[in-house]
């Protein structure tokens, strides 16, 4: 992960880095890497959504619950996505892990 970004970074830097102030190479810098991760948490947290969606077993789909509603709660809490999409989110997927029979 650590060499993908790097190599990313260095490629922006290159190529679109029109900054005048080193303050502002330092926030171009800072906001690609966070772009990048930020893109990679919110992939897997919609990857954990669809895997716990296709769950027949309940039971399965209950231990799994959890571990997929921290994720939402941490894409919220860095106001990756909206605290409302987070709760809409949650409570659709307690909904399908409560009707599962």
């Not at 260095?10 to 810098?29: D, G, L, P, Q, V």
């Not at 939402?72 to 996505?81: E, S, V, Y």
Request: hydrophobic share 35%.
């Amino acid at each position: 992960m650590r060499s993908i970004c790097s190599e990313v970074i260095f490629n922006i830097e290159k190529s679109f880095c029109m900054a005048n102030h080193k303050s502002s190479e330092k926030r171009i810098r800072q906001e690609s890497k966070r772009r990048l991760l930020n893109r990679y948490y919110k992939k897997t947290t919609r990857t954990s959504i669809k895997k716990l969606r296709s769950l027949k077993d309940k039971t399965e789909a209950a231990g799994f619950l959890p571990k997929v509603i921290a994720m939402i709660d941490k894409l919220a809490k860095k106001n990756t996505w909206h605290k409302n999409k987070a709760a809409n989110l949650k409570s659709s997927l307690m909904k399908h892990v409560a009707q599962l029979g």
